[in-house]
């Protein structure tokens, strides 16, 4: 992999840690030093220092002899601990999600963003919908919510081929370095049944997902919704 050195070295290798451990990219041990060298063709030192960085952040933690870990992440070990889209539906997404819309709504419409976002039901959001299909039919549909001042710096095409993430990281100037996921489940109705083309009342597995910046404030609000015939999470789930 071959930086652009418009920032300092390590400025950008770090960066590209924070995204994949936010994006759960990896599990709960960071690549060795030797390893993530030879991946961004950099010195020890850089790579150190990027390190360090994320350290500093509170996002890894580094123990001599034994490894660079994620900091406060739960093992993988029960039908809570889904870290990606793709872990949720148990597939391997091959595509980018369609965009449905984007434009800025009415929070008191979508009292649980209002509550994510601290906002008043009278304040404006940003609000994305998208939609991931297997087979052509539809899986998983995710709404975003962010501050309405992004409306006109988001580009809605990078939104359909890229990271939201990045998306939003760019229009906006902040970086997200946290990341705080709630699961549950749900009867789904209005938008989320006609989105996943429901038959009655079928329940759906919920991921609400909550990034944030530095200092702990609110980037992007998340709400996913897994249609539950192809998850392994939702059977189990729904019969307690």
């Given at each position: 992999?071959?930086?652009?050195?418009?920032?300092?070295?390590?400025?950008?290798?770090?960066?590209?840690?924070?995204?994949?451990?936010?994006?759960?990219?990896?599990?709960d041990?960071?690549?060795?030093?030797?390893?993530?060298?030879?991946?961004?063709?950099?010195?020890?030192?850089?790579?150190r220092?990027?390190?360090?960085?994320?350290?500093?952040?509170?996002?890894?933690?580094?123990?001599?002899?034994?490894?660079?870990?994620?900091?406060?992440r739960?093992?993988?070990?029960?039908?809570?601990?889904?870290?990606?889209i793709?872990?949720?539906?148990?597939?391997?997404?091959?595509?980018?999600?369609?965009?449905?819309?984007?434009?800025?709504?009415?929070?008191?419409?979508?009292?649980?963003?209002?509550?994510?976002?601290?906002?008043?039901?009278?304040?404006?959001?940003?609000?994305?919908?998208?939609?991931?299909?297997?087979?052509?039919?539809?899986?998983?549909?995710?709404?975003?919510?962010?501050?309405?001042?992004?409306?006109?710096?988001?580009?809605?095409?990078?939104?359909?081929?890229?990271?939201?993430?990045?998306?939003?990281?760019?229009?906006?100037?902040?970086?997200?370095v946290?990341?705080?996921?709630?699961?549950g489940?749900?009867?789904?109705e209005?938008?989320?049944?006609?989105?996943?083309?429901?038959?009655?009342?079928?329940?759906?597995?919920?991921?609400?997902?909550?990034?944030?910046?530095?200092?702990?404030?609110?980037?992007?609000?998340?709400?996913?919704?897994?249609?539950?015939?192809?998850?392994?999470?939702?059977?189990?789930?729904?019969?307690?």
């Amino acid at each position: 992999m071959q930086l652009a050195r418009t920032q300092s070295t390590a400025s950008v290798i770090a960066a590209a840690l924070r995204e994949r451990i936010v994006a759960r990219a990896y599990d709960d041990v960071i690549p060795t030093e030797q390893e993530l060298m030879a991946e961004f063709q950099v010195s020890r030192y850089s790579m150190r220092a990027a390190l360090q960085m994320l350290v500093d952040e509170g996002l890894i933690e580094r123990h001599s002899g034994r490894g660079t870990f994620v900091t406060g992440r739960e093992p993988s070990d029960g039908r809570w601990s889904a870290r990606s889209i793709e872990e949720l539906i148990g597939e391997h997404l091959k595509r980018h999600p369609e965009v449905l819309s984007v434009g800025v709504i009415r929070a008191g419409d979508y009292p649980s963003a209002m509550v994510a976002c601290e906002a008043s039901t009278d304040t404006p959001l940003l609000m994305t919908e998208r939609l991931y299909r297997l087979d052509h039919k539809p899986q998983v549909y995710m709404r975003g919510f962010m501050a309405a001042s992004l409306a006109h710096h988001i580009v809605v095409a990078d939104i359909g081929s890229g990271s939201l993430v990045r998306t939003v990281e760019k229009a906006s100037g902040r970086q997200v370095v946290k990341l705080r996921q709630v699961m549950g489940a749900t009867i789904g109705e209005g938008r989320v049944k006609e989105m996943l083309q429901l038959d009655g009342k079928v329940a759906v597995l919920t991921m609400q997902r909550f990034y944030l910046d530095a200092i702990g404030q609110l980037v992007i609000y998340s709400e996913n919704y897994c249609a539950g015939e192809r998850s392994p999470f939702v059977t189990e789930l729904v019969r307690q």
